[in-house]
Each structure stands twice: as structure tokens, then as C-alpha cells.
């Protein structure tokens, strides 16, 4: 389990994890449990109409709907609670990846060992990726089936985009406070500037439709790449998937050229 | 993954096994290093002496490719220590100052994981060197004292066998038993062609394995020599009381007395060992009444000849 710096980083996440896909799981539970009462309340839908415009767009994505099962998890869990475990499952892993081990001061050990700093980066990136993925699978896998008990029915491979978008989301995040870590060393910095630009993102995506110059910007959120097309029912966009590649590729860059230039803290 | 590498081309490119030229790190405004020339050889263990605070880290963690040189440069096995870390890493064993472990992990887990970043299964040679340092292996490494802890620290460094150990004061927290053990190992290591560079603040311990001595104040490589010459320019203390005064000038032309003050009755000196004898005949000259002479602790015999005035330069 402990051959290289991937796998012993995925071996230090597995307990996490797993508390992370429990805590995932039961919290789809809770909202399959309750959609039975929702559907049969159609003046759920009526109070949305009524909502302020701008408060309907921070807090439910387009055409909100709590009649569906799709519109139900698009508003419950898509346009807040799911990003924002996503995000914040990404961000300590990205953080904890360089700026922990360091502040921990295990990565003198790490680097006494003959392997790059570009490539202790790359495979914490990579352990980053595949652990967000993984929580993205049980969010999605614990809908699907979950869902069923309940006559929550979604359809599979809508949600599997969801998942993806929603797992992409986390990542770019996840990155920035890889980068940050790696070019600071500073865990506190890399997680709080990965907050910040976040809530920063969540704001220019939600309030751009409706501010007039904000409106050139949003299309730069990430969360505009996560939601804007409506994964749940119009399934993956790829252009979308490949902005938020794109931005973490760079970012993971980022992090190695950072890294890669700095004194390590004894 | 590769696996070890073929070391073909080194013994050509380095019989010097660490260089350092003009090698500097500030830290802002602060200089931690300055200008440092120096030179191991093969089969020597290197004393690297200083208070703490003087740069010793500092150097190490350059030459580990740790920190970025501000000026100067420095080869290990004739690889560029910044350019080339990765493979100077494949070649040396790292001993960090405050060694810190996984605490989940067991010295095992330890073992295997270090081993296999250098491509290797785990070294067998953990395990042997775990039971000369009487170690156990199977703890976790939250659960180990801290001298234990040390000892993993000292096992995952020498366990490459790399031809090069840099250690950063190894023994502190190990019992005296452990400390023996692991000047034998450094011993061993030096005997088999490897070289050390053992960095210590403690005089006594380099005092018993290093060939050759470096005293480092204040960021300043002051002194280089030989442990034995060193040895022979040992200075003494000596304290001679009279039955009457005594004239200074009877004492004064001796080569290489030191601070030497004689009032009223009474004579003190410090001198190295080549002056004893004939301080100990000028003394005769008059009659005596008392005579003490002590040597003194190795940095002071340093400090008398290559330190002073240091303070001022810093």
C-alpha cells in the first residue's frame, strides 16, 4: 500500500474518506426520506415563485421545481450542500497535501528520499483527484439507489454528470489550495484563500444573471461550469468539463513551479 | 518506478564527495551562511562544530537541496545540490535536526514506504540496524519516546546504505548505549569508504568519531583541521604558586604561551601541549610551591586559535 507517494497519500486519506461517503450517504438519506412530504406539498413550488429573484438564484439553480425528484435534488442538494461538501473534501486535501506535510514537518523525510518536488505534487494532486472522484461516486451512487427507496427516482446517467460537474467543481478549488500550500507552505493561507475565492465564485455565478456588471464575469465562476447548463437534465457539458480541466491543470502547475522554487521549512 | 541506479560514472566524478564554493543563504535580512568553502573526502566522518544557531542546519538542509543557495554552490557525489537534489538524494542518507514521523505509521510501515521511493523493496537492513539500536519496529510511531522516535529517525537514514550519511545532531534524545552504537555504525560506514558529515553542538561527541573537525560561528566556517593535530595543539592550563615573586620576563619569550599573567607569587598561563616542557623548566628556575596543569576542553584549544575576534565580524 505504501509504494509511492500517491498511494501512501490515498492510505492517509481512506479513514476520512470513509467518514466523508458515511456522512454523504446519510445526508441523501435524510432527503430521500423527506421527499415524499415535499411532493405532496404543492405549495413548496408557490413559495419558491415567491421568492426574491436574487435569492432564488443564490439558492436554486435554473428552473427550481420542487415538484420533480430532479428539481427537488437540484435545489436540496446540487445548489448548495453538495458543492459545499465537494469543496471543502478538495480544499483539505489540497492544502493538507504540500503546506500539511510540511507543517507537520514530514517532508523532510518525504525529501530526503530521492523523488522531485514536481512529482511529490503530481501525486498528491493525483490522490486529491482520485479521492474527490470517489466522494463524487458515493454522492451520486447513494442518489441513484438511495433515491429508489424512497420513489425518488433519478435517472442514472444524468446524475453521473451531475457527479462529474459536481466533482470538477471541488477539484478547481481543491487545486487553488494545492498551489497555494505549495507556493506558501502555509496550510491556514492555502485553505483560506480557497475559501475566499469560492464564496467569491459562488457570488459572481449566482448574482451575475441579475447585476448588470457582474454579468462578464460569471461565466468565469466555476460554478458556472458546474451548473449553468443544468447537468441533471441535460447531462454533461464538455466544454464546461474542459474549462474546469483546464483550471486545474494549470493550478496543479502552478503548485509544482511554486514548490518547486522555494526553501522547505525545517 | 526505477530501480537503483547504477552508480558507474561517480567514482570518476567525485573523489571530493561533498564541495561547497562560496556557498551563502540569507533569510531576508538575516545571514544565516556565509561564503563556506568546503571539502570531504571518501572515508572520512567530518565534525561539523558549532553553537546552535550557527548555520549548521542551514548548511545541511542546502546541501539536502532543502533550501535554495543565495549565492555559492555545492556538488554532493558531483551533483549540483539545487539542480540536481533528486540525485544527490539517491546517494545520501538524511538525518533531519528534529526528525518527524508519520504517527500512524509503524517503523515498518516506515521502512517500506522510504524504501520503496528509493525503488528498492524494504532494505533488510532496517531490521538489523533496528537491532543494534534495540528498536522495535511494530509501534506505531506516536507511541514511541521520543528517543525511540531517534532511533527510527537514525534507522530510515542509514538503512540505504547511500555512500553518503548527512546527520544532523543524531544523537540527541538517544541513551548513551544507543549513541555508542551509532558511532560504531558511523565508523563502520567511513571504514567501508562512505563519508559523514556529522553536524553537533556537542564537543565530547565528535571528539570520539570525527577524523577532521569544522567549528562554524555565526554563519562562518572559522576552523578545519585534523582531530589529531588538533589534539596536539591542546591547550593547558597552568596555575604555578611561588614561595616569592617572579619575573614575568623568565616566562615570557616561551613560544606559544597565552594569556599569561604572573602577580606577586603566582603564575598562570594557558599554552599548548609542544610548551609544556619548557614552561615546566622555566618554572623550576624558582622555587615552587604549588603547580596545577589541566587541559582544556577541545573548543576552547578552537576557540584560542582560530575564533577570536569572530564576535566582531558577524
Not at chain 1, 453538495?82 to 510540511?102: D, F, H, R
Not at chain 1, 442514472?156 to 477539484?171: D, K, N, Q, S
Request: glycine residues 10%; contains cysteine.
Amino acid at each position: 500500500m505504501l509504494h509511492s507517494v500517491a498511494l501512501k497519500t490515498l492510505h492517509d486519506q481512506r479513514r476520512s474518506l470513509v467518514g466523508w461517503v458515511v456522512a454523504v450517504v446519510l445526508l441523501v438519506l435524510m432527503y430521500a426520506a423527506i421527499w415524499p412530504s415535499i411532493r405532496d406539498q404543492p405549495s413548496m413550488s408557490d413559495f419558491l415563485d415567491q421568492m426574491p429573484e436574487a435569492f432564488r438564484s443564490l439558492f436554486a439553480t435554473a428552473g427550481a421545481d420542487m415538484s420533480t425528484p430532479v428539481g427537488y435534488i437540484q435545489i436540496e442538494l446540487m445548489s448548495f450542500m453538495g458543492p459545499t461538501l465537494l469543496i471543502l473534501y478538495a480544499v483539505g486535501q489540497g492544502s493538507s497535501a504540500v503546506a500539511g506535510e510540511e507543517d507537520r514537518h514530514t517532508l523532510d523525510l518525504l525529501l530526503g528520499s530521492p523523488v522531485s518536488r514536481a512529482r511529490v505534487v503530481l501525486e498528491k494532486a493525483g490522490a486529491m483527484v482520485l479521492g474527490t472522484l470517489g466522494l463524487a461516486v458515493a454522492t451520486g451512487a447513494a442518489l441513484v439507489l438511495v433515491g429508489r427507496l424512497f420513489d425518488l427516482s433519478l435517472p442514472a446517467g444524468r446524475t453521473a454528470a451531475a457527479m462529474l460537474h459536481l466533482a470538477l467543481l471541488g477539484l478547481v478549488f481543491g487545486a487553488l489550495a494545492l498551489a497555494v500550500g505549495a507556493a506558501t507552505g502555509s496550510p491556514g493561507r492555502s485553505r483560506g484563500v480557497a475559501a475566499a475565492v469560492a464564496v467569491l465564485a459562488y457570488l459572481v455565478n449566482g448574482l451575475g444573471g441579475l447585476v448588470d456588471w457582474l454579468r462578464p464575469f460569471q461565466r468565469l465562476s466555476p460554478f458556472y461550469q458546474y451548473a449553468a447548463h443544468d447537468p441533471l437534465r441535460a447531462g454533461v457539458s464538455w466544454p464546461a468539463v474542459v474549462v474546469a480541466v483546464l483550471t486545474v491543470a494549470v493550478l496543479v502547475a502552478a503548485a509544482v513551479w511554486g514548490f518547486g522554487r522555494r526553501d522547505v521549512r525545517g | 518506478m526505477s530501480s537503483a541506479p547504477v552508480e558507474r560514472d561517480d567514482a570518476i566524478r567525485a573523489e571530493a564527495v561533498i564541495e561547497t564554493h562560496g556557498l551563502s543563504k540569507s533569510f531576508g535580512h538575516a545571514v544565516a551562511l556565509r561564503d563556506l568553502d568546503l571539502t570531504l573526502a571518501r572515508g572520512e566522518v567530518f565534525g561539523y562544530l558549532g553553537p546552535n544557531g550557527a548555520g549548521k542546519t542551514t548548511t545541511l538542509r542546502l546541501l539536502m537541496g532543502l533550501l535554495r543557495p543565495t549565492r555559492g554552490s555545492a556538488r554532493v557525489c558531483g551533483y549540483d545540490v539545487w539542480h540536481e537534489s533528486t540525485s544527490v538524494r539517491r546517494h545520501v542518507g538524511f538525518l533531519p535536526g528534529e526528525p518527524a514521523l508519520y504517527p500512524t505509521l509503524t517503523g515498518l510501515q516506515h521502512v517500506d514506504y522510504l524504501s520503496h521511493l528509493r525503488g528498492a523493496d524494504p532494505y533488510p537492513r532496517a531490521l538489523v540496524l533496528a537491532e543494534r539500536l534495540d528498536l522495535d519496529l511494530d509501534t506505531p510511531s506516536r507511541d514511541l519516546s521520543k528517543g525511540n522516535r531517534q532511533k527510527l529517525a537514525v534507522v530510515l537514514a542509514l538503512m540505504p546504505q547511500t555512500r553518503v550519511l548527512v546527520l544532523d545532531e543524531p544523537t540527541s534524545g538517544l541513551d548513551p548505549l544507543a549513541q555508542q552504537e551509532l558511532h560504531t555504525l558511523m565508523r563502520e560506514h567511513v571504514d567501508g569508504g562512505g563519508t559523514v558529515l556529522l553536524s553537533s553542538h556537542v564537543l565530547g561527541e565528535v571528539q570520539r568519531v570525527a577524523d577532521r573537525v569544522g567549528l562554524l560561528r555565526k554563519g562562518r566556517l572559522v576552523a578545519v583541521d585534523r582531530l589529531d593535530a588538533l589534539r596536539a595543539r591542546s591547550l593547558h592550563h597552568v596555575h604555578a604558586t611561588f614561595d616569592a615573586p617572579v619575573p614575568v620576563a623568565a616566562f615570557a619569550g616561551i613560544d606559544g604561551v597565552r594569556e599569561l599573567s604572573v602577580v606577586d607569587h603566582t603564575l598562570t598561563c594557558a599554552a599548548p601541549e609542544a610548551s609544556l616542557d619548557r614552561i615546566v623548566k622555566a618554572l623550576g628556575q624558582f622555587p615552587l610551591r604549588d603547580l596545577t596543569c589541566t587541559e582544556a576542553e577541545l573548543e576552547e584549544t578552537f576557540l584560542a586559535y582560530y575564533g577570536r575576534g569572530e564576535d566582531d565580524a558577524a
